[in-house]
């Protein structure tokens, strides 16, 4: 049963456009979560975060909202850029078991000229 | 340098061979993992180390054995392994376990193929 999911596997955007990435959890305790960017051939690095206690978290083009009633949460990127392509990871973690990090299935995005 | 480095970044080994993973972190954090990417899954955890103490193991076959010999480095032994076992292995690093709001940073990770 996966706590958190990416029902997307993937995404095609134009460049300068927006793109949004969902992801859903079903464990009620989860109260951190994070994406992650993925190139081919290396590890996930980490681009944003948030906790439980906001509903929106930015960072340059980067915001992520959360929604704890829906439980689910996105990742908003704009304007998207070509370099932005990639397969981006949701996670998240429990207060009680913070080592512990459960990972969506990712989806690829592809942001073309 | 990067935070996490992993080698070997390619492995390919029999079925009856004894390799290991190595990874090393530069960040001065005191807890380290092991997580395995299959075709098509999620990342999963494999073993977690705090403080050089192994406090996880998500029923991982023995035929995988960890070593943590200090915080900044980890090591993943392997022999008699399958070819199901063929995957991507990360290593990863963060500040500890037990915090609020835990980050964790990934290598780039080692490629496995068993054949």
């Known amino acids: 049963d996966q706590q958190v999911k990416q029902n997307s596997p993937s995404l095609s955007v134009q460049e300068g456009r927006i793109s949004i990435l969902n992801c859903d959890y079903t464990?009620?305790?989860?109260?951190?979560f994070l994406w992650y960017k993925k190139y081919p051939a290396e590890g996930p690095t980490f681009l944003i975060s948030i906790s439980s206690i906001k509903d929106k978290n930015e960072d340059g083009r980067f915001t992520v909202f959360l929604n704890k009633s829906a439980k689910h949460l996105s990742l908003h990127i704009v304007p998207s850029q070509p370099g932005d392509s990639a397969v981006y990871f949701c996670a998240a973690s429990a207060s009680y078991n913070t080592d512990k990090l459960i990972f969506g299935t990712g989806t690829r995005l592809q942001v073309f000229p | 340098e990067t935070g996490v480095t992993q080698t070997p970044r390619h492995l390919v080994m029999g079925m009856t061979n004894k390799k290991s993973l190595k990874c090393e972190q530069h960040?001065?954090?005191?807890?380290m993992y092991w997580y395995k990417q299959s075709a098509k899954k999620p990342l999963e955890l494999m073993f977690v180390?705090?403080?050089?103490?192994?406090?996880e193991n998500n029923s991982v076959p023995s035929r995988f054995s960890p070593e943590c010999p200090n915080s900044s480095h980890l090591f993943l032994h392997l022999h008699t392994l399958q070819p199901e076992d063929s995957a991507l292995y990360l290593c990863?690093?963060?500040?500890?376990?037990?915090?609020?709001?835990?980050?964790?940073?990934f290598g780039e990770g080692s490629w496995l193929t068993v054949v």
């Open positions: 990863a690093s963060s500040q500890a376990t037990g915090a609020s709001g835990n980050t964790i940073y």
């Open positions: 960040l001065g954090h005191n807890a």
């Open positions: 464990n009620s305790m989860f109260d951190y």
């Open positions: 180390y705090n403080f050089k103490e192994q406090t």
